[in-house]
Every structure is written in structure tokens, then in C-alpha cells.
């Protein structure tokens, strides 16, 4: 099913690095981890999360793109959906396309029929994907080339179903070890020659030829398992990182990066962190 109305502006996305102009994402009110399906979450487990806490954190971020000139636009959040913060992973969008994923964790199974719900309101062409799982962790992009995480997530018949809807783009499959939950928790592009990547989830291969695309600035196991991989870039070498990962930020700078920081120690708990938090709609 699929939405559109001409007097509205489309959205628009064709990179992980251009400027960013509008995004979706939903408050974290009734975070909660209630079924561990992820390592991070294992950890957490017990403590779990301070909803008052990542609320603050949440605001601070929301906060910080609308300083830098982000437009942010806010989903409902449902007190069904305890990861719904998430909001990358139950879409994506390519082109003037929104995709609407089909979410494998029974928990997060629904989430999809709010954000059609919201996209539809707003005029904003969207497509449902087909019955193949893919969520939007696994799916990067960069002008012509969409990678594709293949994990429990996502599977390989959904890069199928993507070939023959987006046939103007190359989909690459990336396998990656799927205990580290999604590809953008372990590989992230900056800019059009720039990539993080945490190579220990990645067969040597597959590190080689990205190697070849984009100068890979590593991230260590520890700031790793902190979602240092997990930045959001904003345009204009703009990307914001955590305080805590203090190698990947030092890093980030050395290449000339401007590194926005704000502290989500609370949503990371989650498995989590900036990108995951956003759906961009439009980057121009």
C-alpha cells in the first residue's frame, strides 16, 4: 500500500552524508527492555532502563539537530512498543520513496502499521515492502549503491524484493556476524570516501572491498559494544557521536569531522544509539 500526494514536498534521501533536512523519530516514553535481543540488552537487563532519564537524553538530542537546522518531526509513541524509539529500523527511505520494513522480533511487530499510519497523515509516498523481513539497521546508503546487512533481521530474499523495486541501484549484500544486531552497528558511512567500521563482525573479504570504496576509521570492541559505530551524520562533515567513545571522536576529528556531542548513555542500554534513533526523510 502506498500514499502520495503531489502538493506535498517528498521526501528525499540518496546518502547517509548529505545534509540532513528532516527526520522522524519518537520519543522514548515507555522504553523498556521486556525481551533481550541483543547482546547490549543482555547486559542490561536487570538495571534496565530510566525512562526519565532517556526522556531527558532524548530532548537534548532533538535539541541539538534542531540547533544545527534539522526540521524534527515526532511519531506518537504507543506503550505496546517498548523499542519504538528506534525509528530507523521500521523504515527507510530511497529516492522520494519511505520503504516500510517488516520488523522480525515479535516484539517489534506493529511498529510498522504506525509509521504507515503517520506517513499516510503527512502525504508522504511510502510502500510497504513485501513478506521478507528487513529492517532499516541493515539497509546503507550511498547514491547509487544501497548495502544490505543479510542477518536474522534481514533476509536474502529481501534483497531480492529491493533488486526489482529500486533497479536503478546496485544492492550489495553484506553478511556480518548478527550478534552485533544490525550493519549500521558495525559499519556506518560518513561521507562519500569515509566509513566507521568495527572489522572483527566482518569477514576479511568484505573489509577488503569496502577498504577499496572508503578510508576505514576502526572502532575498538569497547566502544563497539558503546554503539560508537552507531553515529549520525548530518551533513557538512556534521556528525554526532557519544562523549564516551572518546577514540572514535578523536578520530572522527583528526578526518575533519565536526563532532556534536550529547550523552545517551540511557538509550544505548537498548542496543541503540543516533542513527538508529532516526529515520531521515529528507537530505538534500
Not at 532502563?49 to 540547533?67: C, G, W, Y
Not at 539497509?139 to 534483497?159: E, N, P
Not at 544509539?273 to 529528507?282: E, V
Request: aromatic letters at 8%.
Amino acid at each position: 500500500m502506498s500514499s502520495y500526494a503531489k502538493e506535498t514536498p517528498s521526501a528525499w534521501c540518496r546518502s547517509e552524508y548529505d545534509p540532513l533536512q528532516m527526520v522522524l523519530l519518537c520519543p522514548p516514553d515507555y522504553m523498556e527492555i521486556k525481551e533481550v535481543i541483543n547482546d547490549v540488552q543482555k547486559k542490561y537487563l536487570k538495571e534496565n532502563i530510566n525512562v526519565d532519564k532517556a526522556l531527558q537524553q532524548h530532548k537534548q538530542f532533538v535539541k541539538a539537530l534542531q540547533e544545527n537546522g534539522v526540521e524534527t518531526a515526532l511519531i506518537n509513541p504507543s506503550e505496546q512498543f517498548p523499542e519504538q524509539v528506534f525509528t530507523r529500523d521500521i523504515g527507510f527511505t530511497v529516492g522520494d520513496t519511505v520503504f516500510i520494513g517488516e520488523m522480525a522480533s515479535d516484539i517489534r511487530q506493529g511498529e510498522e502499521v504506525e509509521l504507515q499510519k503517520w506517513l499516510q497523515s503527512q502525504h508522504i509516498r511510502s510502500q510497504q515492502l513485501g513478506s521478507h523481513r528487513v529492517e532499516g539497521g541493515d539497509v546503507i546508503i550511498d547514491q547509487d549503491t544501497i548495502f544490505v546487512g543479510i542477518s536474522s533481521r534481514t533476509s536474502r530474499h529481501a534483497i531480492q524484493e529491493l533488486r526489482k523495486k529500486l533497479p536503478d541501484f546496485e544492492i550489495v549484500p553484506i553478511a556480518f556476524n548478527e550478534k552485533y544486531l544490525h550493519l549500521d552497528c558495525v559499519f556506518n558511512i560518513l561521507s562519500p570516501t569515509e566509513a566507521l567500521i568495527f572489522p572483527e563482525a566482518l569477514n576479511t573479504e568484505t573489509v577488503a572491498i569496502l577498504a577499496e570504496r572508503y578510508t576505514l576509521i576502526r572502532v575498538d570492541a569497547k566502544e563497539q559494544f558503546a554503539l560508537g559505530t552507531n553515529v549520525l551524520s548530518i551533513g557538512d562533515r556534521r556528525v554526532f557521536s557519544q562523549p564516551q567513545n572518546t577514540n572514535v571522536n578523536q578520530q572522527l576529528e583528526r578526518h575533519g569531522f565536526n563532532v556534536i556531542e550529547v550523552d545517551f548513555s540511557e538509550i544505548i542500554k537498548s542496543g541503540g544509539a543516533f542513527r538508529c534513533c532516526t529515520m531521515p526523510l529528507i537530505r538534500k
